[in-house]
């Protein structure tokens, strides 16, 4: 599949019919990775995007491997399994 771009900030929008929402708040977007997109950081699928555009963020441990990428505006972590 296609890696994703981040290179000038991450846009759902681009991305969304391979994307489901699972949960949304006013800074913070859970996603499921429905399309096999592939990583930024490591070029492998990953299983879920949460993408946060907190200043500052505390993550319970995700199960399995994750990936980090920091936008200018938004922090995006991806988990893998």
Not at 40 to 61: D, I, M, N, W, Y
Request: charged share 30%; net charge negative.
């Amino acid at each position: 599949m296609s890696e994703l771009d981040v290179a000038d900030g991450f846009d759902v929008h681009e991305y969304r019919e391979g994307f489901k929402l699972r949960k949304e708040t006013r800074e913070t977007m859970h996603l499921e990775n429905r399309a096999g997109y592939d990583c930024p950081v490591c070029g492998s699928p990953f299983e879920k995007l949460f993408v946060s555009e907190k200043a500052r963020h505390t993550f319970q441990s995700p199960p399995g491997p994750f990936c980090l990428v920091r936008t200018d505006e938004q922090l995006l972590l991806f988990t893998h399994a």
